[in-house]
């Protein structure tokens, strides 16, 4: 179990003398109180880092607080750590025979659950797990007509990555108002793989980190597999897909290009080609130190196995009306997508403009191999983009899933469409 203190609770008797002692002599700030009506108990939360103090005054003279107090006096009540998984935590408590004040969770404050140890188990001490609310965004599969196509931004869940990681040299200072971190210091991200739906057939671009990862994974990029899910709210399967084109090989993109669901690795799109760039997979069969973390081959080595792969040379139409171009930048061979129709164009930007809030030149990942050949492709990609209104299609962001990058005084913004 992995957990991090959230707060220590302090059984007070008097509540103004406790905030002469902690906010007037120690200068703490206590933020304005909450009642917890059903427990008769008043919560003055005193911010101190990643965890926090909450005195506990008690508001009727049957209040647990007020119990408390009467038999041992003021002092420490409750001890908090958070978990992210309280059903798992209560399933190995109990495996181990620890009495349990809760033997199932029950609802705290904002939305959290949370579950009580027996203080016989814990050695005194009350201990509180609380899991709280889920932060991660709701993400829908969401449709729109470009020309004789129809786009749908798809989704393979939630996802979470470093956000130093995210945004390369830009200081946490900038980045963290946009993005706040969790306390592992990750910021919320998904996957939004693209269906393109055109009188030739489906075509899906790129396809998320699918459902091979171990628990272990799926926990360090707070993963939760998706597409299946995505696929079925507009009412097709992994069957109807008869193309899958890949911008780049990496496990966030390309995972789910294979799955185990059928006991062994093989392809999840039984009836597609899989269209890939012929130098992509070079550099992805041959990783070195930099970016072996990133090219797992059990994404994509069972396609060419299986063989259902075309490979493409360079920048080239794929499909008509679906053009692919070469970024660099981000790997040797990151392509972009151009989908055009009735005179209008979208772009599905991958990893070059992975969220809105790398829509300025500078916000380039640390990830990018080669930053400095992003920055130059993405200052012409993005003058281009404002200048004719390409509609811009964000693989990454929990948000936005496509909108037009505007500029106005000098300010750059995304006016969100999907
Ligand atoms: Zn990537
Ligand atoms: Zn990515």
């Not at 995210?166 to 971190?181: A, C, D, N, Q, S």
């Not at 069969?285 to 072996?292: I, Q």
């Not at 990018?368 to 130059?376: A, N």
Request: charged fraction near 25%; charge should be negative.
């Amino acid at each position: 179990m992995k957990a991090v203190l959230d707060h220590v609770g302090i059984a007070v008797e008097d509540i103004d003398q406790a905030l002469a002692f902690y906010r007037d002599a120690l200068g703490l700030e206590v933020e304005a109180p909450e009642d917890v009506v059903s427990q008769r108990v008043r919560a003055h939360f005193i911010p101190a880092g990643q965890a926090a103090l909450e005195l506990l005054e008690a508001t009727a003279s049957d209040s647990a607080i007020a119990r408390y107090v009467a038999k041992r006096g003021p002092g420490i009540h409750h001890v908090t750590l958070r978990v992210e998984d309280l059903d798992a935590a209560l399933a190995q408590l109990k495996a181990r025979g620890i009495r349990l004040v809760d033997t199932e969770p029950r609802p705290g404050a904002e939305g959290a659950r949370v579950a009580f140890i027996h203080p016989s188990a814990a050695h005194g001490v009350l201990v509180e797990l609380k899991q709280p609310a889920s932060t991660g965004p709701t993400l829908s599969a969401k449709r729109i007509a470009l020309g004789d196509m129809q786009l749908t931004a798809l989704h393979d869940g939630p996802f979470r990555l470093d956000g130093g990681a995210m945004f390369g040299v830009v200081p946490r200072v900038l980045w963290e108002k946009k993005t706040p971190p969790d306390d592992r210091n990750r910021i919320q991200l998904a996957m939004r793989p693209l269906l393109v739906e055109a009188d030739w057939g489906r075509m899906i671009v790129d396809c998320g980190a699918g459902d091979k990862m171990n628990a272990k994974e799926r926990d360090i990029y707070a993963l939760d597999p998706a597409l299946d899910r995505a696929l079925a709210e507009v009412g097709l399967g992994a069957d109807a897909v008869d193309f899958a084109l890949a911008t780049h090989l990496h496990f966030d993109h390309f995972g789910g290009a294979t799955s185990l669901a059928s006991g062994s690795l093989a392809p999840r799109f039984r009836r597609a080609r899989y269209l890939i760039r012929a130098a992509e997979w070079e550099d992805a069969t041959h990783p070195h130190e930099r970016n072996r973390a990133s090219y797992l081959p059990q994404d994509f080595v069972p396609l060419r196995d299986a063989d259902v792969v075309t490979f493409h040379e360079g920048d080239e139409v794929i499909k008509p009306g679906v053009r692919v171009v070469r970024t660099g930048g981000h790997t040797g061979q990151h392509q972009i997508v151009f989908l055009e129709s009735g005179g209008k164009t979208a772009v599905f930007v991958a990893d070059l403009i992975p969220t809105t809030a790398h829509v300025q030149d500078a916000w380039i990942m640390g990830y990018d191999l080669f930053p400095v050949e992003t920055l130059m492709f993405k200052k012409q990609f993005i003058a281009e983009a404002i200048a004719r209104q390409h509609l811009i299609f964000f693989e990454h962001d929990p948000h936005v899933a496509a909108g037009y990058i505007r500029e106005q005084d000098g300010k750059r913004f995304v006016e969100q469409v999907l």
